[in-house]
Structures are given as C-alpha cells and as structure tokens.
C-alpha cells in the first residue's frame, strides 16, 4: 500500500511537472511572439531600411559602370542624398531633385556661354543664382524648397568645371545629368520594389495622434496649462502637410484624400484654437474673480468634454466614432436649453456679468460646431476609407498659406552669395586645386540649412559627419581600394561607409552626422573612371572641405538671425500686424489668418525648442493674436447684415483696435475700452432698436463685449517690451 500510495503520489508530481512546464512553455513563447513583433515594428524596418539602401548604392553603381560614366561616385552621392525610410519620400525627393538638377544645368550653360572668358562677371551672376536659390529655399516648404537647394548647387557641379574646359560643357552637364538620373532611378526603384514602407500608414497614425491628443486635452484638460499643446498640435499639422504632399506620388489612397487631409488639417486648426479662445477666457475669469461665471461656462462644457472620452479614452473604433458624433450633435441640439438654464441660474447671483457668460456660451456653440465639423471629415478618413472615395469637388479646402518674413530671407540670400563669392575669391587667388570642391560643400551647406531654426548647432552635426567622411574616405583610398579589382570587391569596399552612413541617417538625433559623412565620402572617395591612390588630392581636398565648413560657420555666426532677441521682438511686431491687417482687411477669412499666424510661428523655428522660455512666450503671443484676430472677424461677421449706420460704428470700432495694435500704449487701449463702452450702452440702451433686431443687437453685443474683455487683458502678451 505504500509503495502505491508513494507511486500516485510521484504521478501527482510529474503531473504538476509537465503541467508547470506547459504553462512555463506557453509564457516562454508568448514573451518570444511579443519579443517578435516588437522587433518588427522597431527593428525590421530600420534592417530593412540598411538593406535597400546598399541595395540602391549597388544598383546605381553597378548602372554606372556599365555605361562608363565619369563619376559613379555622383550617382552614388545621389542615392544617399535622396534615400529615405518612406517610399513616397524617396519618389518625391527625386521628382524635385530631378526638376531643380535641370533648372541648375540649364542656367549653368546659360552662364558658361555668356561668360566663359571672363570670372568676374561670371561669379557675380553665379552668386545671385546662389542667393536667389537659398531665397526660394526659404520662401517653400518641404521637397520644393530641396529643389532650389538642388538648383543652387547643381551650378558648382556643372558650371564650374565647365569653366576650365568651356568646350566641353555641354558634355559635362550630360554626363551630370546621366549621373544623377542613374541615381534617382536606382533609389526610386529599390525604395518601391523592395520592402516599401508607405506614407499612407504614416499620415493615419498622425492623424489619429492629433485627434487622440486633442480629445485628451479637450476631455480632461492639460494641468501645465495652454502653451504646449498649442506648439505640439502646430507641429503635427505641419507634418501631417509635408506627408500629404509627399504621398501624391505614392498610392490611390493617399491621392484620393489628399484634399481630405488638407480640409481635416484646416478643422483641426478651426476647432483647437476656438477651445484654446474659450479656456483663455475661463482662465482670465478665474483670475478677476469672476468664479460664478466660470463654473456656469463649465457646467455647459461638461456633456461636450465627457462625451468625447469613453470610460477614460479617446474614440478609436469605428462604433465609438459614431456614438461620439452622435453625442456631439445631441450636445449642439440641447445647448439653447442648457444656456438659458444656466443664464437663469446667474440672473439672480449679484454682482454677474452676464455679457460675459454669453461671449463664452458663443464660443461654446462655435467649438461643437466646429468638433462636429472636424468629426465627420475624420471618420470619413480614418473609420473606413476605401468604402467611399472621396473626391476633391466633393469640398474645396483652401491651401495652407505662406506668411513670409522677408528679412531673413534676404539674410539668408546675402549668406548663400558671399559663400560663394568668398571661396571663389580665394580659388582664382592662390589658384586652389580644390577650390571647385569647396565652393560645392559652402553652397550645400548655406543653402540646406539656411532654414534651420539652429544653424550653428546644424553645421557642427554635419561638420562632425564630414571629419568621418574624411577619415574613411583615407582608409578607403590607401587601403581598400587598391584591393578592389572587380565589381564585387568594390561592393565590399564601399559597403561601411554606406552602412555607416545610411544607420545615422536612419536615426533622428545623427541624421546630421550621416548627411555630412555620406557627402564627404562620395565627394572625395578615389574611384572615377580608374581606381587608385593620390595623397595630395587627398589631402587637398579636405583641407578644402574644411575650409568650407568654416567659411559657412563664420557668415552663420555673424547673420544668425533666428537665434537673436531683435528676431523675437519683430516677431510679436509682425503678429500684431496680422491682427491689424484683420481689423482692416474686409477680405481676410478666419482660416486665412489662423494660417499665416501659425506659418510665420513655424518659419521662426519655435516649433523645434517647444521647452524653450522664448517658445513659450511665443506660444504665449499666438494664443493671444488667436483670440484678438477670430474676435475681430467675428465681429465684422456679425455686422455684415446690419444697416449702414451701425456698420459704420462697427468699422469705427476695428480702426480704433488697429491703430492701438499698430502702435500699443495705454493711451490707445483706453480709447478703444472707452468707445467699446460708449458703444455697448448706445446698443443696450435701444439707440438703434428701430433698425435692429433683438437678434442682432444680441449676436453685436455678444462680440462687442468680448473684443473688449481681450484688449483688456491681453495686450501685454503681444507687446515687444514684455520680452
């Protein structure tokens, strides 16, 4: 009996065992499958990545040999210059590359035919290419500002060599052409055939970033206040713009919805700013001690701000978008009722101001409008797709516009000129062998980073890639490819820069750091039409590059225009001038203004430094331009159907605000609370009750009073001296 007790008693443990190891074996390889898919997601693309972009430098070099090409090193230098983790990206690169190479040669034997004898003129007309270049670099956005960089720089591949052999230039600028064709073409083809990684899948997860991130701040709030979230949310609309663009040449998904995503970008900057309007108001409500009308203003919010999270979270299915569409058209339904219960319950407070409750309720009204708005054209573009196409006469979505400052930009032109002119100086003086190199490196780089919110920091990136560049181009040329006698060996030998160079470039922080290794090393590495080893061209030409980077450092340092406290105040100068230009220009819309606030916020750089203390107080300024500029065309708005004597009291009235924000003092601001005043007792009082309805005394009154509670208040935010 005991030997079978102790016998089921081992059963019972080997059991346990096998079952402990069962469990044990299930958990073993879930972990390994979430381990799995994990490096897919983070991993396997950027292998990917490594893998197509040797492909692609193999191709194009194979491509070159074989046609017997000059330079191969060109058509390499041209893949890694335009590979990029994004197919769409790659095919947009090389569209715009292959436009501003033409444009750049075409100039090029344009300049060589008409000053080949003579340098002088010769270099002052290339130095206003080169500044009308880095202008246009500026003046666009995205791959159309890479075209001018491309446009620039193609007159020191092309034209300057052309310029000791002028006889044969039309053969170098084919050559060229061929050279960078070989490139683009081996890039485009290797990024869509294999493994491509669509732009598509990007621009949704941003779009479904935004509206998760606006439906936390709109549903809970954001404790660290305002100023964040408005530099965050402007980041993502101009990404969600520069993938948009980029996605035409990619899929019929991204072709079909582009004017979607353009008309989902123009809602979304609609409905953010009129819910940053209306928590501004609520904060300067709780400052001035106005606590009843806060709470009011919040209780009326309330269904809005629940309904967009369930049981904590932002609406992600398809069902929850409906529900949550539903939710916000019940809200817009039941808002009048709501509004007069809580206006009832104020009435009878002491000491309320009831103008004020109604400037908020309006804003209120506005914000679900504009949520139900903006709900609608992303279920249509997120929940479903590909069930209904969409076409862009469906709805005209006006373009993102441009607000240019043309002081840095001619800043910026005047720098990409003296590169030139400063280099080509000391080529012609000391008859530099490497002059034409030179001057190739200072155009790339006062032209590509002429719009970098931190040039210095830019350049001193991009100078560290050079110096690797530099180094394994040395250990290429004496080592490595003295070795190479074949095609294969010389796959092998120019595999780790490549490698190298596409893995920093695969990484935000070293991007830099590759861009300036891959450039150097194409640019110098010992192999054209023969392979072989010359130390003085070696080292002539990174002293060359060197020389380079330093002259671009030093115009950098001395014309840093971004990075200056006078930038920051003709700033604040320039978004009060937007604010103006509201009050006075009749045919300015809402989403015009809201646009080139935001474009000119973006063109300084801000977006990049969202901690800075100058990005917050920038930040600051927005919020504040925001509020006065939709106030004001609010109430041009509400005056529109109003007879010819209030119209004029209400142009009366703008022209009173642009001359304090023309020129703000306190004089002024009391001219414009003091007419405010007189102006809302005229109205209150039945002066025009004759020839206006109760409605439109209400809606002018409403506006009226909020124009007057910001100038009030937030003027300060917009004043130069507050810097």
């Not at 491509?63 to 197919?87: C, G, N, W, Y």
């Not at 990484?507 to 023969?530: C, D, K, S, W």
Request: charge should be positive.
């Amino acid at each position: 009996m005991q030997r079978r007790h102790a016998l089921r008693q081992g059963w019972h443990a080997l059991a346990a065992g096998i079952a402990i190891l069962g469990h044990g074996g299930r958990w073993l390889a879930i972990c390994a499958q979430q381990a799995g898919l994990d490096w897919y997601r983070q991993d396997f693309p950027r292998i990917g990545y490594l893998f197509k972009y040797l492909l692609a430098s193999w191709l194009a070099l194979w491509l070159a040999l074989k046609m017997e090409m000059d330079q191969p090193a060109t058509a390499l230098l041209t893949v890694v210059i335009v590979m990029h983790f994004r197919s769409g990206m790659v095919i947009t690169k090389s569209y715009y590359r292959l436009i501003g190479t033409g444009i750049g040669i075409l100039f090029s034997l344009l300049l060589v035919a008409s000053f080949a004898q003579d340098r002088f003129p010769f270099f002052i007309a290339a130095a206003l290419w080169i500044g009308l270049c880095t202008a246009g670099s500026l003046v666009y956005r995205n791959f159309q500002s890479y075209g001018f960089v491309l446009a620039g720089y193609t007159l020191c591949i092309v034209g300057l060599p052309a310029t000791l052999t002028p006889w044969h230039t039309f053969q170098i600028a084919s050559t060229r052409m061929s050279e960078i064709g070989v490139g683009l073409l081996s890039a485009s083809l290797v990024s869509e055939l294999v493994l491509p990684q669509r732009l598509w899948e990007t621009i949704q997860a941003v779009v479904r970033g935004k509206f998760r991130d606006f439906s936390l701040l709109l549903g809970q709030g954001d404790a660290a206040g305002l100023n964040q979230p408005v530099l965050k949310f402007m980041q993502d609309l101009y990404q969600l713009e520069s993938f948009r663009a980029s996605a035409q040449f990619e899929t019929d998904d991204a072709r079909v919805h582009s004017t979607t995503i353009n008309q989902l970008n123009l809602q979304f900057m609609a409905v953010s700013t009129t819910y940053i309007v209306f928590q501004r108001l609520q904060q300067r409500l709780q400052r001035s001690g106005c606590k009843h009308e806060a709470e009011a203003l919040q209780e009326l919010m309330q269904p809005l701000a629940t309904a967009v999270l369930s049981k904590g979270q932002p609406a992600t299915s398809a069902p929850e978008l409906t529900q949550l569409q539903q939710a916000v058209a019940a809200y817009q339904q039941a808002f009048a009722t709501a509004f007069q219960r809580q206006r009832q319950a104020l009435s009878i407070l002491p000491e309320v101001q009831l103008l004020t409750f109604e400037s908020g309720a309006a804003l209120l009204q506005r914000l679900a409008a504009e949520l139900a708005a903006y709900l609608d054209t992303y279920v249509l573009l997120v929940a479903n797709p590909r069930k209904r196409q969409v076409a862009s006469r469906e709805f005209a979505a006006a373009q993102l516009q441009r607000h240019i400052d043309w002081l840095p930009v001619a800043i910026a032109a005047t720098r990409g000129a003296l590169t030139l002119l400063v280099l080509a100086v000391l080529w012609m003086t000391i008859d530099w062998p490497s002059g034409i190199l030179a001057m190739t490196l200072g155009v790339i780089t006062s032209t590509l980073f002429a719009g970098s919110p931190t040039p210095m920091a830019t350049l001193r990136q991009f100078t560290l890639g050079v110096v690797l560049g530099i180094v394994l181009v040395y250990l290429s040329n004496v080592f490595w490819l003295t070795a190479a006698h074949d095609y294969v060996m010389l796959c092998i030998v120019i595999a780790p820069a490549i490698l190298l160079t596409a893995w920093l470039s695969a990484r935000p922080a070293t991007a830099l750091v590759g861009a300036g290794l891959g450039i150097a090393y194409f640019l110098m590495v010992g192999f054209n039409q023969a392979l072989g080893d010359l130390p003085v061209r070696y080292f002539n030409d990174s002293i060359a590059l060197m020389i380079a980077l330093a002259v671009s450092a030093i115009l950098f340092s001395l014309t840093d225009y971004a990075t200056s406290p006078w930038a920051r105040r003709r700033l604040l100068a320039q978004l009060r001038g937007l604010v103006v230009e509201a009050c006075l220009n009749t045919t300015m819309t809402a989403a015009a203004f809201e646009m080139r606030s935001r474009d000119l916020i973006q063109r300084s750089g801000d977006l990049h430094r969202p901690q800075a203390a100058d990005s917050v107080h920038v930040a600051e300024a927005l919020c504040a331009a925001l509020e006065m500029g939709h106030a004001v065309l609010a109430l041009r708005m509400a005056a529109v159907a109003l007879p010819a004597q209030p119209q004029r009291l209400v142009q009366h009235t703008l022209l009173l605000v642009a001359h304090d924000y023309k020129q703000p003092s306190r004089k002024h601001q009391q001219q414009v609370l003091q007419w405010l005043d007189h102006f809302l007792v005229w109205l209150q009082g039945g002066e025009y009750a004759q020839s206006l309805s109760p409605t439109q005394v209400q809606k002018l009154v409403t506006q009226l009073h909020f124009v007057r509670l910001v100038i009030a208040s937030e003027m300060p935010a917009l004043s130069p001296r507050s810097l």
